[in-house]
């Protein structure tokens, strides 16, 4: 008897033990509305928990928010250095705003997509969350950031602002360093960026180190992505119709990878889903469908493309029954490009007029290129004679495109030997 009482008492112990940490974690949580919650961390934490309803933001998707989630961020980026920051929480709710500038340290969390949504006033010109040029060391998670263009919000979603090249600082990580912000190290996961009038995602140069994981961009005015900056690692992301391009890459050395990038040129077609300005970018399994203009077009310089798919693409605008007849799976423009493992292809085979959508495989504009790897099947029409591209190669050996098998399919390989007197290479 006296065992089970004890093992009783034991239990009756670890019973309050639980419910008392569990009382500090909600109230760590942000849920209640007194000065008492406004900054709330169990004492062995990290950085605390500023609720912005705290503050005395509604959420109620009518009330202009704007000032309250200012007063919120200011409560944790006054304290002096190493004390400084938290973990700005949007409780589920919608919260309306002319425009919000990030700071330095601060962590915006929410309750996930469509559940925590920070949504531009009708009518506002602003672009909805800005980071400066003097933040660094942000990150933006679980939450929807709205642009509200059909009732006229006017801007971008994301802006970034542009950095200087130098002086760059990678050791950012001690807060009793002085920042220098050309590296921005900021985590950006678990988001949607939707209903922009101008960009989902707009990231002006030089900023370095921006990390983009599981994001959704969603009907933006004019690019999806404008990608200006350098080193960023972009992984798992899926854009969805965009006025012009998905991926509208100028900077250089960033990697996209695992993404889809589906039903975007509505309003400009003359570039392609993903386009590329930039250097020495890598994209790895990238997906291009469904887009009311080309594939890929990639025009920068020592770009890399690896296992990316090209599937009916090139429809006619406003009308997924026709093709537009101009479009490309591939534009070679630059120079030095790897393609390998590339694929042209129409899921949809010949639409309701008898084309296919995607009206060539690819467009050699730069035969100056590293390797070529591009097949496709019988989705498409044979890809155009292109001047300057012979059949058999290139005069550069191992900078030059030549057709490496007729096919079907085509492959597109490069001369691995330079052009003997006969003007034939070894296209590897």
Known sequence: MRVRLGVFLSCVAWAFVLASATGHAQQGAGGGNGPSTALAASSNAGLPVVSVRSFGATGDGTTDDTAAINSAMNSCTSKEAPLNGCKLYFPSGRYITTGLVLQSYVHITGDGWATSVIQLKPRTRADVLTVPVSTFNFSISGVTVDGNSPNRGMGNCLTVAATPVSPGEQNTANKLTAPVNAFKFGS??????????????????????????????????????????????????????????????????????????????????????????????????????????????????????????????????????????????????????????????????????????????????????????????????????????????????????????????????YCSTALDASGSCTCN
């Open 188 to 413: 950006i996961e678990r988001d949607i960026f939707s209903n922009c009038s101008k960009d989902g995602m707009h990231v002006e140069a030089f900023n370095y180190a921006l990390f983009v994981d599981n994001v959704y961009v969603f009907n933006s005015g004019v690019y999806g992505i404008y990608d200006a900056g350098t080193d960023s690692i972009f992984s798992n992301f899926y854009v969805d119709t965009s006025g012009t391009a998905g991926l509208h890459i100028s900077g250089a050395n960033n990697k996209y990878t695992s993404a889809k990038v589906i039903w975007n040129g509505s309003r400009v077609s003359t570039e392609a889903a993903v386009y590329v300005s930039g250097a020495r970018n890598t994209f790895t399994a990238i997906e291009a469908q469904d887009n009311y203009t080309n594939g890929f077009s990639d025009n920068g310089a020592n770009n890399q493309f690896f296992a990316c798919l090209s599937d009916a693409n090139g429809y006619a605008h406003a009308n997924t029954n026709a093709s537009s007849s101009v479009a490309t799976g591939f534009i070679l423009g630059g120079s030095g490009g790897i393609y390998i493992g590339d694929k042209v292809t129409s899921y949809r085979g010949r639409l309701a007029d008898g084309k296919f959508p995607t009206q060539w495989p690819y467009t050699v504009k730069n035969p100056n290129q590293s390797r070529i790897d591009i097949s496709y099947d019988s989705t498409n029409e044979a890809p155009p004679t292109v001047s300057g591209l012979p059949q058999t190669g290139s005069p550069l050996a191992g900078h030059g495109a030549c057709i490496k098998s007729a096919g079907p399919p085509v492959l597109i390989g």
